[in-house]
C-alpha cells in the first residue's frame, strides 16, 4: 500500500469510528414480499411464487416510516423496496407517494418480469428516483440463472425504459444494472461490458454469489483462480474506453475487505455498514440490518412484537390494492427504539475474532468480512474474500 492510499485508510479509519458510533440510520430497505415469480438458482431469500410469510400490509410499513420521520436524526433517507419481487405488489405507488410525503427518497430493485411502460411511467410518477435491474449475461446465461425463457427479454425491455429516461430527464432517476458473476457467466463478461455500453447503460454494479438460501445448494462459487480474474475485470473495465470513447461505471459489491484490491475496483473502502448506517423491515416485520443478513443472532426485534406466523393469526379479505391477503397485526414495537438501543452485535463485531479470523493481520480492515457470510455469532465465516485474492 502506497503513502497516498496509507493516508487515505487512515482518514478512512477515522471516519469508520465515527459513523459507528453516530449510527444515523439512512439507508432503510423494506422487504415488501417475498413472493417472486422466478425461481433464480442462487436466491438468498429462497423465495417461492407463494410464500408462507403474507405480504407486510402498506398501512403498517407507514406507521415504520412515521416513527422514523419522528425519531430519526438524519437530515436524509432512502428507502429501498425489494422482495422476493416487489412489483408483484400493485400498491407500491402508494406506499412511494406517503415516503415522498415524509421527504425521503425511493427505489426498487426488480427482476424486470413485470415492468411496462406503463407500470414504469406510474412509478415515476409516484417519486421513484432510483432503479436496479438484475441482469446476469446474455440470454443463455441469465436465464440460466433466473429459470425462465422470457427472463432475459424483458428485463432488457426495463432496461431500455430506464436508458430512456435518462437521456430525456437526466439523474431524476439514478439506475444500475446489477450483475450475479458465477463460473458459467465469468467467461462473458467484456461482451456484456460491450452490450451494456451500446444499451446506454451508465452504472454498473458486479457481485459475486455467497452461499445463502438456494445459493448454498448449487456450485456456483468462483474458485481463487476464477475470483482474482474477476477483480482484474472490474480493474480494467473501470478505465476502459471503447472505440467510440464511451465508458461504463463499474463497482464491486460491499461485500468484504480485498486486500491491494481495495479502491481500485470500487469507489469506497469495504465497510459493512449493516446496523450502522443501513437497516431493513423484513416481510414479516423482523428488524435487521441489510436484507442478506438473515441469521437469529442479528435480527433485534420485530415491528409486531413477535413474528407474523400463520398459524394463529386472523386475515382479512383482499383489498384493492393487493392482491394478496394481509395479516391483521398490530404495530406495536418502535423500530427507532431498536434502532437507537439494539444493534450493538452488529456495530461492536469483536465476536466475529474467532476462527481464521483470530489472527488475522488484515483484521481491522475488514473486522469478519460481511455480516452476510456469518449464519451466525458462533459460526466460521463463510468464506474470506482476502484469503481468495492471497
Not at 74 to 94: K, M, Q, S, W
Amino acid at each position: 500500500m502506497d503513502f497516498s492510499t496509507s493516508f487515505k485508510y487512515l482518514l478512512f479509519r477515522l471516519y469508520r469510528k465515527y459513523s459507528i458510533k453516530k449510527h444515523e440510520l439512512n439507508y432503510l430497505f423494506w422487504e415488501c414480499t417475498l413472493r417472486c415469480n422466478l425461481n433464480c438458482l442462487h436466491c438468498g431469500s429462497d423465495c417461492l411464487k407463494q410464500s408462507e410469510i403474507e405480504d407486510m400490509p402498506a398501512e403498517d410499513f407507514i406507521k415504520v416510516l412515521d416513527d422514523i420521520k419522528e425519531n430519526n436524526r438524519a437530515e436524509h433517507l432512502t428507502v429501498c423496496i425489494t422482495g422476493g419481487e416487489p412489483l408483484l405488489r400493485n400498491d407500491l405507488e402508494d406506499v412511494g407517494r406517503e415516503i415522498i410525503k415524509r421527504g425521503f427518497y425511493w427505489g426498487i430493485v426488480t427482476n424486470g418480469m413485470l415492468i411496462t411502460p406503463e407500470r414504469f411511467v406510474s412509478l415515476i410518477n409516484a417519486g421513484m428516483t432510483s432503479m436496479s435491474y438484475s441482469l446476469d449475461g446474455f440470454e443463455k446465461e441469465h436465464s440460466y440463472l433466473r429459470q425462465n425463457p422470457q427472463s432475459y427479454k424483458k428485463v432488457c425491455e426495463g432496461i431500455k425504459l430506464a436508458v430512456d429516461f435518462q437521456k430525456k430527464y437526466g439523474n431524476r432517476l439514478i439506475f444500475d444494472v446489477i450483475t450475479c458473476v458465477h463460473k458459467k457467466n465469468l467467461e462473458i463478461l467484456p461482451a456484456l461490458r460491450e452490450d451494456l455500453i451500446n444499451r446506454g447503460v451508465k452504472m454498473w454494479r458486479i457481485f459475486s454469489i455467497f452461499p445463502e438460501g438456494r445459493a448454498g445448494q448449487n456450485d456456483l462459487f468462483l474458485t481463487k483462480e476464477e475470483y482474482k480474474r474477476l477483480m482484474d475485470f472490474i480493474v480494467e473495465t473501470r478505465s476502459y474506453k471503447d472505440s467510440q470513447d464511451r465508458s461504463i461505471h463499474l463497482n464491486y459489491a460491499c461485500e468484504g475487505y480485498l486486500g491491494d484490491y481495495e479502491l481500485k475496483v470500487r469507489d469506497y473502502f469495504f465497510f459493512c455498514r449493516g446496523g450502522i448506517n443501513v437497516g431493513s423491515v423484513m416481510c414479516d416485520g423482523s428488524i435487521g440490518a441489510c436484507l442478506s443478513v438473515r441469521g437469529k443472532d442479528f435480527i433485534q426485534g420485530n415491528i409486531y412484537g413477535q413474528a407474523r406466523g400463520n398459524s394463529s393469526d386472523t386475515y382479512s379479505s383482499t383489498t384493492s390494492t393487493n392482491t394478496s391477503r394481509t395479516v391483521k397485526k398490530e404495530v406495536s414495537v418502535s423500530f427507532m427504539d431498536i434502532w437507537e438501543n439494539k444493534f450493538q452485535n452488529l456495530r461492536k463485531r469483536s465476536w466475529a475474532k474467532h476462527g481464521k479470523c483470530r489472527k488475522c493481520k488484515v483484521w481491522n480492515k475488514c473486522m469478519g468480512n460481511g455480516l452476510h457470510l456469518h449464519h451466525d455469532m458462533s459460526c466460521e465465516v463463510a468464506h474470506c474474500n482476502y484469503e481468495l485474492l492471497t
